[in-house]
């Protein structure tokens, strides 16, 4: 049986998306092929010299590009990256990221709407990084996003799903993937949220700061796979009180 | 003209296709924006520079 994640016209064996910052150039492939990744983000920066070793140059060949957005504080200024970043070269994806607030690093659902729009009117295949809030998911959903992106925690944080059940609110209501970007700091967290409904992980920092890389990309590899597959098993059912023998209540040595 | 924020001079007529060689940009790996708006790729060889013009060149990096 292939289950496969859908993201536009575009359709992917792995649920695990990787963020490319904060690695070497020399360990992103390792960190790839451990985690069996197909997409991976990426951001677009000022190239001030030619001649500079360039992240394209390391990927695999088959791996789906997903530009970001990041450093646009408002919609005209993602709609500009995103553009750019197309000409590049890559495909039709992009992460719209808007963010004006530098402590928290939490993103405009605003803004992020109206860029959403304004891309997807220009054939992006687009995928918001939001925070998740049910009108703004069905606003994103209308304005023609292909996914959406809620955060699971602060960006860079580690501190895992603190937003839980909020992102179940838009798992059961919004008909497009939610996958859960930011926040997540262990395989752990990764498979709660796999094991609730959510179509995919995208994480970075996790894997960024782990003492092992490679090994730690095959850790979430392993941790959303086995999410995957409890939720497309469904979950027994909890007892909230007493309990239920496994073994059956017959044939005991005494009857 | 200003390239990514830095002023540069332009020394003689070049088109950006020439601007972009003589700095070793490998044209594959980078877009460019001149005074605001894109350039497509096609059109390098066929847009000359001048001292008042605006350039932004960019490339991937790493990011999440």
Redesign the interface.
């Known amino acids: 049986m292939h289950d496969l994640l859908t993201i536009g016209k575009h359709d992917f064996r792995s649920r695990f998306i990787l963020g490319s910052g904060k690695f070497s150039l020399g360990m992103i492939k390792a960190v790839i092929e451990h985690g069996g990744v197909e997409m991976v983000t990426l951001a677009l920066r000022r190239a001030n010299i030619g001649g500079e070793a360039n992240i394209l140059d390391y990927l695999p060949q088959n791996i789906v590009v997903l530009p970001n957005t990041s450093g646009a504080r408002n919609a005209g200024e993602a709609v500009r990256i995103a553009r750019l970043a197309r000409e590049i070269g890559c495909g039709d994806f992009v992460k719209v990221e808007v963010i004006r607030d530098s402590k928290y690093l939490l993103p405009d659902n605003y803004e992020t709407i109206k860029a959403t729009e304004m891309l997807a009117k220009e054939g992006f295949i687009v995928m918001p990084y939001m925070y998740p809030d049910l009108n703004v998911a069905r606003a994103l959903a209308e304005a023609g996003a292909a996914a959406v992106m809620p955060l699971g925690a602060p960006i860079g944080s580690n501190k895992g799903l603190c937003t839980k059940d909020f992102i179940k609110i838009l798992v059961d209501e919004i008909n497009l993937p939610v996958i859960v970007d930011a926040g997540i700091g262990r395989p752990s967290q990764a498979c709660e949220a796999m094991e609730m409904g959510v179509a995919a992980i995208m994480c970075n920092t996790a894997i960024a700061t782990a003492n092992n890389v490679a090994l730690m990309s095959k850790a979430f590899n392993l941790a959303i796979e086995a999410g995957r597959a409890a939720f497309l098993a469904g979950p027994g059912r909890v007892l909230h009180s007493l309990a239920e023998a496994s073994s059956p209540l017959t044939g005991f040595l005494e009857d | 003209m200003k390239v ?2 830095k002023v540069v001079a332009l020394g003689k007529k070049l088109t950006l296709q020439d601007y ?1 060689n003589a ?4 044209l ?6 001149l005074n605001g708006k ?1 350039v ?2 096609s059109a390098y060889a066929s847009v000359f520079l001048s001292d008042e013009d605006v350039l ?9």
């Open positions: 990514n924020g972009l700095q070793a940009f490998d594959r790996l980078i877009a460019v924006e894109l497509p790729k932004e060149i960019v490339r991937f990096v790493g990011g999440g």
